[in-house]
């Protein structure tokens, strides 16, 4: 069974920055895209970054050079690295990776920013 583990959030003041990780365990054969996603209280889920197994990102318009997505293969991680973070940036935010065509969650972690 995949299990995704989220670590690294919580609590930081307006232009801080904080490093999340999520650490995939399990039987894995191979990660095909691999994602941050993050949910606002009253709002959708939306996508923060995803990147490929061959490193290509994508990101949202309101995190472009300001978040950055990378992932270790062999280590089977996903890390977001998120500076000058902004008081709209508290979330919950989850991690998602597909393996062999199933998309597989976290259970997400708290980023709250103080103004």
């Known amino acids: 069974q995949v299990q995704l583990v989220e670590s690294g959030g919580g609590l930081v003041q307006a232009g801080g920055s904080l490093r999340l990780s999520c650490a995939v365990s399990?039987?894995?054969?191979?990660?095909?895209?691999m994602g941050w996603y993050r949910q606002a209280p009253g709002k959708q889920r939306e996508l923060v970054a995803v990147?490929?197994?061959?490193?290509?990102?994508v990101y949202a318009d309101s995190v472009k050079g300001r978040f950055t997505i990378s992932r270790d293969n062999a280590q089977s991680t996903v890390y977001l690295q998120m500076n000058s973070l902004k008081p709209e940036d508290t979330a919950v935010y989850s991690c998602?990776?597909?393996?062999?065509?199933?998309?597989?969650w976290g259970q997400g972690t708290q980023v709250t920013v103080s103004s």
């Open positions: 399990g039987t894995i054969f191979s990660i095909n895209v």
């Open positions: 998602n990776a597909h393996v062999l065509g199933i998309v597989y």
């Open positions: 990147i490929t197994s061959d490193g290509n990102r």
